[in-house]
């Protein structure tokens, strides 16, 4: 066991590089998805991420808001339907994000249990 | 571009095997912490993950009231001094989410930018 209880480290941990707006559950899985396909409608966004039309709705406004998605509506024959894009500045953030998962993970499969 | 309109996949996202209690930034950041070191104090919790105090507070009784992490009080010196530990149920809950998130990180890298 190691206590500490003083600051040692001058580097802040890699959790701090992460984004919150990215980073949050939701908002990765969408942005992740749309990676993967550039643009989804609304229902299958939810229906991949497990999310209910408000919160999906909500995550979404928060990304666009960010600049990080673009919204389209449109229709499909008589039905609306909403589209969601991924930018550039999106693409770029998610890279971000998962550089520092990535930083993340590194350091914690590289850290043994502390022997007692 | 490959556009995508209806529920194709039958499995739900990556994203779907993160928990919210553990993935949140701050959190995320703590048991990280704690995993490295076994157990810390407040401050250098604090310092190490640029929160504020209430932050910090409040991101640990979210953690200690799901049973991944323990807090005691007690003095060094004259000092009022709360530390926190990690449990085992913390340790076995971030494992998960770093299995989680590198599953999602396999994804991520396995996929090419879509060819127009």
Redesign the interface.
């Known amino acids: ?7 040692v ?1 001058e580097t ?5 590089g ?1 984004n ?1 707006v990215v ?4 908002r ?2 969408i942005l ?2 749309l ?7 609304f ?2 966004l939810k ?4 999310l209910t039309d408000g919160n999906l709705g909500r995550h979404i406004e928060v990304l666009a808001g960010s600049g990080l998605v673009h919204v389209e509506k449109g229709y ?1 024959g008589k039905r609306p ?1 909403t ?1 969601v894009t991924i930018t550039r500045a999106g693409r770029h953030a ?1 890279a971000e994000e ?1 550089a520092a ?2 930083e ?2 590194r ?3 590289g ?1 043994e ?2 022997t007692p």
């Open positions: 066991m190691t206590p500490r209880d003083a600051p480290e802040p941990h890699p959790t701090s992460l919150d980073h949050q559950k939701a990765l899985g992740a998805v990676a993967e396909t550039e643009r989804a409608d229902t299958y229906s991949m991420l497990d499909a339907r589209w998610l998962m998962i990535r993340l993970l350091r914690f499969e850290n249990p502390p």
